[in-house]
C-alpha cells in the first residue's frame, strides 16, 4: 500500500516552533522525492520544502528558508518538518507527498503522485 499520514500540527503563538511527522509506508517512501506542500483558507496549494532520497537536493520556498528545515530518516521511513519562528501567515493544511520528481521539478505539485491527507497548523498573533 502507499500511504502518508501527517501529524503534529497544532495552535500556537507567532514566534513559537513546531515540528510535523510523516509516516510513509515502504511502498510511498522508496521514491525519488518527497515533499512539504501547504495550503491556507480560500489559496491555491503552496510549495513549501522538498528532499532528495539521500537527504541531498533539499529545497525550500522563499517565504520559509531559514526557518524551516526538512529531513527524512530512511531508517524509520518518516519525513519531518521542523518549523521555527512561526508567522501568522504560515496558517494552513499542511501535506506530505511523494514521488518520482526530477531535481528541476521539485517545487510542482505535479510532480508528487502520493499524498497524506494533511495537518492543520494555526498560528496567532
Known amino acids: 500500500q502507499v500511504q502518508l499520514v501527517e501529524s503534529g500540527g497544532g495552535a500556537v503563538q507567532a514566534g513559537d516552533s513546531l515540528k510535523l511527522s510523516c509516516a510513509a509506508s515502504?511502498?510511498?517512501?522508496?521514491?525519488?522525492?518527497m515533499a512539504w506542500f501547504r495550503q491556507a483558507s480560500g489559496k491555491e496549494r503552496e510549495f513549501v520544502a522538498a528532499i532528495r532520497w539521500n537527504g541531498g537536493g533539499v529545497v525550500y520556498a522563499d517565504s520559509v528558508k531559514g526557518r524551516f528545515v526538512i529531513s527524512r530518516d530512511n531508517a524509520q521511513s518518516t519525513l519531518s518538518l521542523q518549523m521555527n519562528s512561526l508567522k501568522p501567515e504560515d496558517t494552513a493544511v499542511y501535506y506530505c507527498?511523494?514521488?518520482?520528481?526530477?531535481?528541476?521539478?521539485?517545487?510542482?505539485?505535479?510532480?508528487?503522485?502520493?499524498w497524506g491527507q494533511g495537518t492543520l497548523v494555526i498560528v496567532s498573533s
Open positions: 507527498a511523494s514521488g518520482g520528481a526530477i531535481t528541476s521539478t521539485m517545487r510542482r505539485s505535479s510532480a508528487y503522485a502520493n
Open positions: 515502504e511502498q510511498a517512501f522508496r521514491v525519488s522525492a
